[in-house]
C-alpha cells in the first residue's frame, strides 16, 4: 500500500489550514502573553478576533500563491565529539567533549501546508456598519 504524502504533514483531507497574520496590528496594540482570545465568523468572508475581550480585529482571507508550509522548531542535542585513537598524548581518550563556541541546534519538521492567510486589521466603527448593510441588504 502506497503512503500518502499528505500523512506527513499531519493533514486529514477535509483539513483547511489558516495562517492568522497580526503583522499590520503589531504596533498598533498590545497583546499580552496567553491572552485569552475569541475568532468567530471563519466560514464569512471577514472573520472578527476578539482579544482579551478588548481589543475586537477584522480579517480578510488572502490565498496562498505557491505552497506555503508551516514548521515548528525544537531544540536538538548539541553535536558531542568523543576522542578516540591510541595516542598516548590524547588526554581525552574515552571523554566526550561539547564545543562551547558551538550555536545552538534547532530542529525543524513540517507540521502543516496553508491553503490561506487571514490578515487581520483593527475594526473600525465604520467596518461594523458596512457588515450590518450588507446584512441587511442580503436579507431583503
Given at each position: 500500500m502506497e503512503k500518502n504524502k499528505d500523512d506527513d504533514y499531519g493533514e486529514e483531507e477535509d483539513s483547511e489550514y489558516v495562517l492568522l497574520d497580526l503583522e499590520a496590528v503589531r504596533g498598533q496594540i498590545d497583546i499580552p502573553p496567553n491572552a485569552p482570545y475569541t475568532l468567530s465568523g471563519l466560514d464569512t468572508m471577514n472573520p472578527i478576533l476578539i482579544i482579551d475581550k478588548k481589543v475586537k480585529l477584522i480579517g480578510e482571507?488572502?490565498?496562498?500563491?505557491?505552497?506555503?508550509?508551516?514548521?515548528?522548531?525544537?531544540?536538538?542535542?548539541?553535536?558531542?565529539?568523543?576522542?578516540?585513537?591510541?595516542?598516548?598524548?590524547?588526554?581525552?581518550?574515552?571523554?566526550?567533549?561539547?564545543?562551547?563556541?558551538?550555536?545552538?541546534?534547532?530542529?525543524?519538521?513540517?507540521?502543516?501546508?496553508?491553503?490561506?492567510?487571514?490578515?487581520?486589521?483593527?475594526?473600525?466603527?465604520?467596518?461594523?456598519?458596512?457588515?450590518?448593510?450588507?446584512?441587511?441588504?442580503?436579507?431583503?
Open positions: 482571507y488572502e490565498e496562498t500563491i505557491g505552497t506555503c508550509f508551516v514548521f515548528s522548531e525544537d531544540e536538538a542535542s548539541p553535536v558531542v565529539h568523543e576522542e578516540t585513537g591510541p595516542s598516548e598524548a590524547n588526554l581525552f581518550s574515552g571523554k566526550y567533549i561539547l564545543d562551547p563556541n558551538q550555536a545552538p541546534r534547532k530542529q525543524v519538521k513540517p507540521v502543516a501546508r496553508l491553503q490561506k492567510i487571514l490578515k487581520f486589521r483593527l475594526l473600525l466603527d465604520e467596518d461594523v456598519q458596512v457588515e450590518t448593510n450588507s446584512q441587511n441588504n442580503s436579507i431583503l
